[in-house]
């Protein structure tokens, strides 16, 4: 599976999962938009891999997402619970990827076989990459595993993260991506910015518009399952009621999937946006931004609530996604990554 299938999934709703198995990570990279730590309690016990386990396993060949991407914190610092999960997931039918910091390959980019056992049973293998980054894992290192995982014959990406378009580090980073692998390895290009993870699960918010980052589940390292990925809604309690879509130990993936799909706020945060919702009920811009203006969102229902919970709500939902996917993920890219850099995540296709 390569990065532009996944990025195409991305306005679905239900099409994608995000498992964050834990909080913690070795790196200790200054920008970190998880907050991650070695010390961090968000790390799952014996329990919460049953949990998870269970989660995933309820999983069917008709109610399963086609994506699931395992993030952290560090995934990988768990590769047997990973490689359960993916199994698990592919036996469903969905495709399973997964966004790794590389801890492992600090010291010149082995791969310790617990983990490369993971990452060959993956359907597409991401990398983080950026300024403070390679203070951490050096690029060399970083080049060497994506040439092996390449090998394997597992498709890989780089997630690049830098200030800006005009960042020097992306310019040159990038430029020393195509040189090494050519079109062999898409990137997803993200500036650092105070709100929001990305497309497919790192960095960046909404611009005002309609959010499609409101149409995957996203499973918190905590269990807790909220309708979005923005890390400050991720990490928020109490979650706000209507991003709350249920918690692992108690609901499965059917419930958490009807929940996405028939959710009257959820239906209009994706078609309008929340920007949008708050004019409606006389809110004005919310302090804080896009996000912020979600998440204050009156919990009550409102007319245009009752107005989208039916099957003409269901519908706009539908052709809402469909106009998104119809342009693409480099038009995705543009709206909620790098801009100038959109087009290096499908090699190829036309800018
Ligand atoms: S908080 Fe709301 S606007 Fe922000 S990414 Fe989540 S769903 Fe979208």
């Given at each position: 599976m390569e990065l532009s299938e996944i990025l195409d999934l991305?306005?679905?709703?239900?099409a994608g999962l995000l498992l964050a198995l834990t909080r913690r990570c070795p790196l200790a990279c200054a920008h970190c938009s998880t907050d991650s730590?070695?010390?961090?309690?968000?790390h799952p016990d014996r329990p919460r891999r049953s949990q998870l386990l269970r989660f995933v396993r309820s999983f069917t060949p008709k109610q399963r997402p086609d994506v699931v991407l395992l993030t952290g914190g560090e995934p990988l610092l768990l590769p047997d619970l990973a490689h359960a999960l993916t199994r698990a997931a592919q036996g469903a039918g969905s495709q399973v990827a997964l966004l790794s910091g590389?801890?492992?390959?600090?010291?010149?980019g082995r791969i310790p076989p617990p983990i490369l056992r993971t990452i060959t049973a993956l359907d597409h293998f991401s990398a983080s990459l950026d300024a403070p980054h390679e203070r951490e894992v050096p690029r060399a290192a970083v080049f060497r595993v994506l040439a092996r995982v390449l090998d394997a014959g597992v498709p890989v990406s780089l997630h690049l993260t830098g200030t800006?378009?005009?960042?020097p580090y992306l310019a040159d980073a990038t430029a020393a991506v195509l040189h090494e692998f050519g079109e062999r390895v898409p990137m997803l290009v993200n500036e650092v910015r105070a709100v929001g993870r990305s497309t497919t699960g790192r960095t960046a918010t909404g611009p005002g518009g309609p959010c499609a980052m409101a149409a995957w589940p996203t499973v918190a390292p905590d269990g807790t399952v909220l309708a979005c990925c923005s890390q400050r809604t991720v990490d928020?309690?109490?979650?706000?009621p209507h991003l709350r879509l249920g918690h692992i130990a108690e609901d499965d993936w059917p419930t958490v999937r009807r929940r996405t799909l028939d959710s009257p706020r959820l239906r209009l945060i994706r078609v309008l946006g929340p920007d949008h919702l708050r004019a409606r009920t006389g809110g004005g811009p919310a302090e804080g931004g896009y996000c912020a203006g979600c998440r204050a969102l009156p919990a009550q229902p409102g007319p245009d609530d009752d107005a989208a919970a039916g099957a003409a709500g269901r519908l706009l939902d539908q052709l809402s996604a469909a106009r998104l996917r119809a342009q693409g993920p480099i038009a995705l890219l543009r709206r909620h990554g790098c801009a100038p850099y959109a087009h290096l995540a499908q090699p190829g296709a036309p800018a």
């Open positions: 991305r306005p679905e709703p239900a730590s070695m010390d961090s309690p968000d590389l801890f492992f390959a600090r010291d010149g800006g378009p005009d960042d928020r309690r109490p979650v706000p």
